[in-house]
């Protein structure tokens, strides 16, 4: 996930493997890849992106 994080960084594109829905708009399956939890890196600042038990998401920081 990281990789396609820094090319979309570095280049200001979508990578061709994120699948849109809509404009701007992701499925999570496709961000989460299977995993519960994903980075997301803004700014500088590091943040985590939670998949809890009951099916919700919650950004921290």
Do not use: A
Not at 8 to 27: A, D, F, I
Not at 49 to 55: A, D, K
Request: aromatic share 4%.
């Amino acid at each position: 996930m990281k990789e396609n994080t820094e090319s979309t960084l570095s280049t200001g594109k979508q990578p061709e493997s994120v699948s849109k829905t809509e404009n701007n708009r992701y499925h999570s399956q496709t961000l989460f890849c299977g995993l519960k939890e994903i980075v997301i890196e803004h700014s500088g600042q590091t943040y985590r992106l939670q998949i809890t038990r009951q099916n919700k998401l919650i950004l921290t920081k």
